[in-house]
C-alpha cells in the first residue's frame, strides 16, 4: 500500500485547531477518505468523525524576473471523535 499521509501540516492555523481536535496533513494525490481514515486508524490509533479534501493547485510566482509555479498539493483536515488525540500536535500559548 502506498503512503497515504505524507507529513502533518504544522502551521499556526492548524495548531489552534488541535483544540477542537481538528488536524491538518499532507496527503497523496490519489488518497481519498476511505484511504486517509485507514492510515489515520492504523499510524496513529484513533478513529475520524469527519475528513476533509481540499486540493490546492499550482500557484504562479515571478521570482528574479524568472516566472516559476509552485506545487499543488492535496490535503486533508480530519476531526477525531471526542476524547481523541494525537500526540505531538500540542499548541502551547
Request: no cysteine.
Given at each position: 500500500?502506498?503512503?497515504?499521509?505524507?507529513?502533518?501540516?504544522?502551521?499556526?492555523?492548524?495548531?489552534?485547531?488541535?483544540?477542537?481536535?481538528?488536524?491538518?496533513?499532507?496527503?497523496?494525490?490519489?488518497?481519498?477518505?476511505?484511504?486517509?481514515?485507514?492510515?489515520?486508524?492504523?499510524?496513529?490509533?484513533?478513529?475520524?468523525?469527519?475528513?476533509?479534501?481540499?486540493?490546492?493547485?499550482?500557484?504562479?510566482?515571478?521570482?528574479?524576473?524568472?516566472?516559476?509555479?509552485t506545487k499543488g498539493f492535496k490535503k486533508?483536515?480530519?476531526?477525531?471523535?471526542?476524547?481523541?488525540k494525537i500526540e505531538g500536535f500540542e499548541?502551547?500559548?
Amino acid at each position: 500500500m502506498q503512503e497515504v499521509i505524507l507529513k502533518p501540516i504544522l502551521s499556526e492555523k492548524s495548531l489552534i485547531g488541535t483544540t477542537a481536535a481538528k488536524y491538518v496533513f499532507k496527503v497523496a494525490k490519489r488518497a481519498n477518505k476511505p484511504l486517509i481514515a485507514l492510515a489515520l486508524k492504523r499510524i496513529y490509533k484513533v478513529d475520524a468523525l469527519k475528513i476533509n479534501i481540499i486540493n490546492l493547485h499550482p500557484e504562479n510566482s515571478l521570482k528574479r524576473g524568472h516566472l516559476s509555479q509552485t506545487k499543488g498539493f492535496k490535503k486533508a483536515v480530519v476531526t477525531l471523535k471526542k476524547g481523541q488525540k494525537i500526540e505531538g500536535f500540542e499548541f502551547k500559548e
